[in-house]
């Protein structure tokens, strides 16, 4: 949705933006990114929406944040994507839920639980959450390639964080432990809040869309405590998966 001229919330125009997206939750990690770009200038700085475009490999890529939660994501996702944007990774944190995914680690999301609203304005629940598979084997490959110790596979998206931190203070507290302990014994790696809003809105509007997470500890083994240096290797590895995509799309064209 245009308003003067520019899209409503993120301030910007289809000038402003580049193909391939890197989509970090912290407008304070924009700027972060930008520096590994070529040439990067912001664009702007709205809300919770903090945008600079510049260039990886001669193809303008641009760095917008999405603030916490699928709603703020969707929204950035829509506006960037009526300005051209059709490739995006999606760069934030979360907490390991499988016994194996330790602070530190790095997971890359094949697909996420919808256990929160905003995936359901866009499809059915029956359809899955599922990222795109370009973006996930150039994550995965460029996890691998920097030695990150990465786990692969299906996370799930919540909209309440503290009811994930201590669910023994909800009113609903049996009916989230219940639903933990299911997505313990199915397998889910880690818990976070965008990636499946991101990938079912992905989807409707036929965009390409995959989400690399820094795990900041264990939510059943591990108190919360930021590993040194761990929101720069997920960070890393967007960039390095998009040099990836962008080669990859050029031999294609």
């Known amino acids: 949705m245009l ?36 040439d990067a200038q912001e664009i ?3 809300r919770e929406f903090h945008v600079y475009t ?26 960037l994507v009526e300005c051209g944007a059709d490739t995006f990774i999606r760069v934030g944190t979360c907490g390991g839920v499988d016994a194996a995914v330790c602070g530190g680690d790095v997971v890359v999301a094949t697909a996420a639980v919808r256990q929160e609203g905003t995936s359901r304005e866009y499809l059915p629940l029956e359809y899955p959450a599922a990222a795109s598979y370009p973006v996930v084997h150039a ?31 909800q009113p609903i507290a049996a009916d989230l ?27 409707a509007l036929h965009v390409r869309v995959g989400a690399v997470l ?3 500890w264990n939510d059943d083994s591990e108190q919360p405590d930021v590993p040194e240096g761990a929101a720069a290797r997920g960070i890393q590895a967007a960039v390095s998966a998009l040099c990836m995509l962008i080669e990859q799309d050029k031999q294609k064209a």
């Open 54 to 79: 510049g260039h990886l490999n001669g193809e303008r890529v641009t760095v917008c944040s999405t603030g916490i939660g699928g709603p703020s994501a969707a929204i950035a996702l829509e506006e």
């Open 44 to 46: 702007s700085y709205n």
């Open 3 to 38: 308003i003067h001229g520019k899209q409503m919330h993120l301030q910007c125009t289809a000038e402003d933006i580049g193909r391939y997206v890197i989509l970090p939750g912290d407008p304070g990690r924009c700027a972060v990114i930008a520096q590994l770009l070529d």
């Open 177 to 203: 432990k219940e639903k933990w302990s299911a997505w313990t014994a199915a397998g889910v790696l880690a818990s976070e809040m965008e990636a499946a809003a991101l990938f079912t809105a992905g989807a």
């Open 214 to 216: 820094n795990v900041l």
């Open 139 to 169: 994550l995965a490959n460029a996890c691998e390639a920097l030695g990150y110790r990465t786990h692969v596979g299906v996370v799930q998206s919540k909209d309440s964080f503290y009811g994930e931190i201590r669910p023994q203070c």
